[in-house]
């Protein structure tokens, strides 16, 4: 027992071996919190660096899209500023920008592409079979009622007029004018509307008037209505708006001459279509908004300066034109009398007393800005014809197609007001 007691007997001291531990524990755990503090400040620095890049984009953003905006307006040297700025900070956030808005519109329109044409197609399919299904299910749901309208509390007084005189109430809507819009608001009210706004025999009068129709042309399509929204025609609840903007070198000043001041010039063409055939052109600085008020109807526009007259016709997939301006002679003449001793009060054979333009534009087949079907007219052909004093003529042509900088495209723009008819509409023939 003394011997097993001899060997459990340390030879050392227990305190200064427990000293030692405790010593190593307390080394390892001031490391560990060094470690621990490093950590925490290059974490701390990385959200910092995080959050100011973050910072640093979006003002970079905001300045590009305040130079876009500059840029839609015409100021050219606010635009360049904005976008100066934006790229100093953030090289390419042109990129990043259009990465984010338009990214997942290209990943979706290049599905589309690779899975082929069928796609489409099926769509097509299945979008009509839906009308066709939803036409059958509102006419299965009027056989299972009693009356055709339903009202809760006050008596419809609709539910006494006979069918034939609420297609014509229709006919009425449509006027004219050829108001389709107002067509579909109807049909969006009731059930049997809906069907109503359906009928064969209206959508028959609108494409006859719409694409000037022989009286026994045969319709190709499922429906009158797929052919007014298929074929490509003009819309009447607008005007058509293009926009023309170029640069202008002004004169050097005489103290600085290596200073060369430029003007950012910007017009607007407008063409106001009828549903009778007739169409008004007016070129002018102005805002279109504070136009469209003259191109109401020809009466209110007889007091526009510059304004056009004319007719145009309807040839498949383009619109031909013709524009006629009479010159104020008793105004021009002021000008163009010759004040030689000679030939003193003699008109000069040079002074202008019609002029005629020849214009013919062509429907794209993309959708506008605002997706609307049939919305952009391309130019494709410019003529024009000037008659003199003297009955002599002067003939000669623009070039047009690929000059997209000086003949910018039409695009149609909904113009709420013309809507209301002036007094009575005409009902639709």
Known sequence: MKGKEMDYSPSEPIRPLLENEMGN?????????EDLETFRQRWRAELEQKKKEEEQVEKAEKLFREGCDHEKAGNMSEAVRSYTKAVKLVPDIEKRIYKRDYGNYASKAQRTHVQGPS???????????EEIDLETVFRDRLAERTALFLSDDAANPLLRLPVELLRLILRYVVGSSLDVRSLEAVASTSVYFYLLARNGDIWHRVCRKTFDLPPKYICEF??????????????????????????????????DKFYRPW?????YRILRFFANGSVLM????????????????????????????????????????????????????????????????????????????????????????????????????????????????????????????SYPPFYLSRVKSFALPDGFDEVLC
């Open 25 to 33: 524990l307390t080394l390892d755990e001031s490391d560990a919190e």
């Open 263 to 267: 003007h950012m010039v910007t017009y």
């Open 119 to 129: 796609t489409s197609k099926n769509a097509i399919e299945n979008d009509e079979s």
């Open 282 to 405: 007016l070129t002018s600085p102005e805002h279109p908004s504070t136009l469209v008020g003259h191109l109401r109807n020809r009466r209110d526009a007889k007091g526009c300066e510059g304004i056009l007259f004319g007719r145009y016709w309807n040839n498949g997939s383009s619109i031909s034109m013709k524009l006629t301006q009479v010159v104020n002679r008793k105004k021009a003449r002021q000008h163009q009398v010759l004040n030689s001793k000679r030939l003193k009060g003699v008109v000069a054979p040079h002074e202008l007393v019609e002029k005629n333009f020849f214009l013919e534009l062509k429907f794209s087949e993309r959708r506008s800005h605002s997706n609307k079907a049939h919305g952009i007219l391309l130019w494709s052909k410019y003529e024009y014809s000037h008659v003199l004093v003297d009955g002599s003529l002067s003939k000669g042509d623009f070039h047009v197609i690929g000059d997209t900088q």
């Open 222 to 255: 499922l429906s009158w209505r797929d052919m007014y929204l298929q074929v490509p025609h003009l819309q009447f609840f607008g005007v058509y708006v293009a926009k023309t903007t170029y640069l202008r070198h002004g004169e050097s000043s005489f103290q």
